[in-house]
Nanobody, 115 residues
Framework: VQLQASGGGLVQAGGSLRLSCAASDSIFNWTDMGWYRQAPGNQRELVARVIRGGRTNYAESVKGRFTISRDIAKKTVYLQMNSLKPEDTAVYHC??????????WGQGTQVTVSS
Protein backbone atom coordinates (compact mmCIF):
# COMPACT_ATOMS: atom_id res chain seq x y z
CA VAL A 1 0.00 0.00 0.00
CA GLN A 2 1.27 3.45 -0.86
CA LEU A 3 0.27 6.68 0.84
CA GLN A 4 0.36 9.90 -1.17
CA ALA A 5 0.33 13.15 0.78
CA SER A 6 -0.58 16.47 -0.75
CA GLY A 7 -1.89 19.91 0.13
CA GLY A 8 1.11 21.57 1.70
CA GLY A 9 2.22 25.06 0.82
CA LEU A 10 2.99 28.55 1.99
CA VAL A 11 0.39 30.41 3.99
CA GLN A 12 0.30 33.47 6.21
CA ALA A 13 -0.21 33.15 9.93
CA GLY A 14 -3.90 32.78 10.68
CA GLY A 15 -4.57 31.05 7.40
CA SER A 16 -5.72 27.54 6.61
CA LEU A 17 -4.55 24.53 4.67
CA ARG A 18 -5.99 21.08 4.14
CA LEU A 19 -3.66 18.15 3.77
CA SER A 20 -4.77 14.95 2.07
CA CYS A 21 -3.34 11.47 2.31
CA ALA A 22 -4.60 9.10 -0.35
CA ALA A 23 -4.03 5.37 -0.01
CA SER A 24 -3.56 3.10 -3.00
CA ASP A 25 -5.74 0.44 -1.43
CA SER A 26 -8.66 0.24 0.96
CA ILE A 27 -8.20 1.70 4.43
CA PHE A 28 -11.34 0.04 5.71
CA ASN A 29 -10.55 -1.71 8.98
CA TRP A 30 -7.16 -0.10 9.32
CA THR A 31 -6.03 0.19 12.91
CA ASP A 32 -5.33 3.91 12.63
CA MET A 33 -4.08 6.69 10.38
CA GLY A 34 -2.46 9.94 11.28
CA TRP A 35 -0.14 12.80 10.61
CA TYR A 36 3.28 13.48 12.04
CA ARG A 37 5.41 16.53 11.50
CA GLN A 38 9.08 17.34 11.76
CA ALA A 39 10.62 20.78 11.78
CA PRO A 40 14.35 21.34 11.22
CA GLY A 41 16.28 20.51 14.37
CA ASN A 42 13.21 19.03 16.05
CA GLN A 43 12.09 15.51 16.67
CA ARG A 44 9.19 14.10 14.75
CA GLU A 45 5.94 14.56 16.64
CA LEU A 46 2.45 13.18 16.32
CA VAL A 47 0.01 15.85 15.20
CA ALA A 48 -3.26 13.95 14.95
CA ARG A 49 -4.52 10.42 14.64
CA VAL A 50 -7.83 8.79 13.85
CA ILE A 51 -8.37 5.32 15.24
CA ARG A 52 -10.62 2.58 13.86
CA GLY A 53 -14.07 3.42 15.13
CA GLY A 54 -13.50 7.12 14.65
CA ARG A 55 -11.85 8.23 17.88
CA THR A 56 -9.28 10.96 17.38
CA ASN A 57 -6.17 12.13 19.21
CA TYR A 58 -4.43 15.48 18.84
CA ALA A 59 -1.23 17.05 20.03
CA GLU A 60 -1.96 19.70 22.64
CA SER A 61 -0.43 22.35 20.44
CA VAL A 62 -3.01 21.83 17.67
CA LYS A 63 -6.17 21.09 19.63
CA GLY A 64 -8.99 23.35 18.58
CA ARG A 65 -7.19 24.35 15.39
CA PHE A 66 -6.64 21.11 13.47
CA THR A 67 -9.18 18.46 12.56
CA ILE A 68 -8.39 15.00 11.24
CA SER A 69 -10.99 13.11 9.27
CA ARG A 70 -11.17 10.19 6.91
CA ASP A 71 -13.25 9.20 3.92
CA ILE A 72 -13.07 5.44 3.68
CA ALA A 73 -14.79 5.35 0.28
CA LYS A 74 -12.13 7.69 -1.11
CA LYS A 75 -9.35 5.92 0.79
CA THR A 76 -8.22 9.30 2.04
CA VAL A 77 -7.40 10.93 5.35
CA TYR A 78 -7.51 14.69 5.72
CA LEU A 79 -5.96 17.18 8.09
CA GLN A 80 -7.77 20.51 8.14
CA MET A 81 -5.44 23.09 9.64
CA ASN A 82 -6.90 26.42 10.71
CA SER A 83 -5.43 29.40 12.54
CA LEU A 84 -1.98 28.36 11.43
CA LYS A 85 1.01 29.68 13.33
CA PRO A 86 4.66 30.02 12.29
CA GLU A 87 5.51 27.22 14.72
CA ASP A 88 3.36 24.87 12.64
CA THR A 89 5.99 25.09 9.91
CA ALA A 90 7.30 21.59 9.25
CA VAL A 91 7.28 18.68 6.87
CA TYR A 92 4.07 16.75 7.45
CA HIS A 93 3.99 12.99 6.91
CA CYS A 94 0.97 10.76 6.80
CA UNK A 95 1.11 7.29 8.22
CA UNK A 96 -1.18 4.39 8.87
CA UNK A 97 -1.32 0.88 10.25
CA UNK A 98 -3.43 -1.77 8.62
CA UNK A 99 -5.44 -4.42 10.45
CA UNK A 100 -2.24 -6.43 10.84
CA UNK A 101 -0.58 -3.33 12.37
CA UNK A 102 1.86 -3.12 9.48
CA UNK A 103 2.99 0.48 9.27
CA UNK A 104 3.02 2.59 6.13
CA TRP A 105 4.40 6.07 5.55
CA GLY A 106 3.78 8.57 2.83
CA GLN A 107 6.24 11.11 1.54
CA GLY A 108 6.26 14.42 3.33
CA THR A 109 4.54 17.60 2.31
CA GLN A 110 6.00 20.94 3.34
CA VAL A 111 3.89 23.40 5.29
CA THR A 112 5.36 26.86 5.74
CA VAL A 113 3.58 29.51 7.78
CA SER A 114 4.88 33.05 7.47
CA SER A 115 4.48 35.61 10.23
Amino acid sequence: VQLQASGGGLVQAGGSLRLSCAASDSIFNWTDMGWYRQAPGNQRELVARVIRGGRTNYAESVKGRFTISRDIAKKTVYLQMNSLKPEDTAVYHCTGRDSWRREYWGQGTQVTVSS
